[in-house]
């Protein structure tokens, strides 16, 4: 199990390619989806999320409505001074919480989450692999930029592609 974050960040990189092909792969081939995730499941077991945190570094968190309004009651604000003070707009993705370039999320303290027990249902859900809708080819897009800084996400996809033997030289 490869945990390291310089390293994951190489390898995820390096792979780009090869994990774009077995994107494909896992389109054709015929897999059983509850073993994928069982897959993912274990790997999530053996990875410590608080030595890590990297997610709430690197990634967006996007809000869902439900999410503004569980973490505005949280401080006692009104939805939108909570807006004004931890949101922004992202073209790509709308609502997000707000998030410096270096340190990430406005809630990330130190490698915590302060808010962890409101936190928005996409962070409860991240990395996507276990809790997550839609089939896992239709969300494999996602993984393979997680598995850039995912160490969760890097060694599924190992563990996936040796599951479905996956050949990583390109044909
Ligand atoms: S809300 Fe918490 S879990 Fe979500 S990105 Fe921010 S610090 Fe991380
Ligand atoms: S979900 Fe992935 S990136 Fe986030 S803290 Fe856990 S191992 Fe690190």
Redesign the pocket.
Known sequence: MITGLVQIRRLGEHKRGENERFRRHLKTYRYVERRLRQIAEEIEAQVDCLAC?N??RV???RLLPRDVER?ARHFRLSVEKFKREFTEESEEEGLI?R?DPVR??????GN?????DV??A???D?PHLVRGSGSIPSRMWQFIDRACYCPIVYNTLEAWKEETGFSPAPR
Not at 104 to 109: K, M, Q, R
């Open positions: 945190a997610c709430c990634a967006t968190a973490l919480l998030r990430g999320c406005v809630f990330l303290s915590e989450c302060s808010v962890y936190r928005p996409a962070c409860v991240f």
